[in-house]
């Protein structure tokens, strides 16, 4: 089931610096929201305190509200394994667990919550690779290494690893950034379908990617280097695009930024 997160006044801070400050935003359910904006304007910092993963860094701490329909995702009794595990992640590069096979790629994450069962196993290894448009290309050679597929398979293998646990919300950062223009187009694909059942959110350098793929789009800024990132405005794809509110806003979209 596809949830809606709602962002109250979040600030994300390093150690003693701010990285982001101010963040307020309506994630809607079974849609993909964009996140654009200048090398180092906090998006994928933002994005990353959306299933905690921004705690990996010694230092990560938020202030503000983070809700996944009616849970905290901060409230100290939550566990982060669990919310990691309700949103799901796929990073810059395609990171396949090198030494496992594509079958246990997208299996590890149901071994490690317990789930042993062999024909439980294969029919939700097999219904994940479906889902991302990967199981004909890889059904006879599933015990084959998972590093040993292009680039474009190794992110869609990622994304059948993280479809695998059922989560209700995928996160994508930069998903495509390391893909040549086919492979992007798939993974493109891909995210239209999956939206119908998840709530998506992806950072994207590619503004037609943005573009193409979105129904929302958040332009994220920063005043100066060293101060931190802030929301500008969020709306409509069409509408940040055509008609943004801010100057600022139109300025990076016309490529006159800076």
């Known amino acids: 089931m596809a949830k809606r997160i709602d962002v109250s006044d979040?600030?994300?801070?390093?150690?003693?610096?701010?990285a982001v400050e101010g963040v307020s935003m309506t994630v809607e359910p079974r849609s993909v929201t964009a996140f654009i904006g200048p090398s180092g304007c906090g998006k994928?910092?933002?994005?990353?305190?959306?299933?905690?993963?921004?705690?990996?860094?010694?230092?990560?701490?938020?202030?503000?509200?983070?809700?996944?329909?009616?849970?905290?995702?901060?409230?100290?009794?939550?566990?982060?394994?669990?919310?990691?595990?309700?949103?799901?992640?796929?990073?810059?590069r395609p990171n396949p667990f090198p030494t496992m096979s594509i079958y246990d790629n997208v299996a590890a994450g149901l071994r490690l919550n317990g789930v042993r069962n062999k024909k439980t196993l294969d029919g939700i290894v097999e219904q994940s690779l479906?889902?991302?448009?990967?199981?004909?290309?890889?059904?006879?050679r599933l015990s084959k290494p998972g590093a040993g597929l292009s680039g474009g398979q190794q992110q869609r293998l990622c994304i059948a690893r993280a479809i695998?646990?059922?989560?209700?919300?995928?996160?994508?950062?930069?998903p495509c950034s390391a893909l040549d223009p086919i492979s992007t187009l798939a993974i493109e694909d891909l995210i239209n379908e999956l939206k119908s059942d998840y709530t998506i959110v992806i950072v994207t350098h590619n503004m037609q990617q943005a573009a193409r793929v979105s129904d929302r789009t958040a332009f994220f800024n920063l005043k100066a280097?060293?101060?931190?990132?802030?929301?500008?405005?969020?709306?409509?794809?069409?509408?940040?695009?055509?008609?943004?509110?801010?100057?600022?806003?139109?300025?990076?979209i016309s490529g006159r930024f800076g």
Do not use: C
């Open 10 to 18: 979040l600030n994300v801070y390093y150690g003693a610096f701010k």
């Open 225 to 252: 280097t060293g101060e931190p990132g802030r929301l500008i405005e969020i709306d409509e794809t069409t509408k940040i695009f055509n008609n943004p509110n801010e100057q600022s806003t139109e300025d990076y």
């Open 164 to 174: 695998a646990v059922q989560p209700q919300v995928l996160l994508m950062d930069e």
């Open 44 to 92: 994928s910092t933002f994005l990353r305190t959306l299933n905690r993963m921004h705690e990996v860094i010694p230092g990560g701490r938020v202030e503000g509200k983070v809700m996944l329909d009616d849970q905290d995702l901060y409230a100290p009794s939550m566990d982060p394994v669990m919310v990691r595990r309700t949103i799901g992640m796929v990073f810059q």
């Open 130 to 140: 479906k889902g991302a448009n990967l199981w004909n290309e890889v059904k006879d």
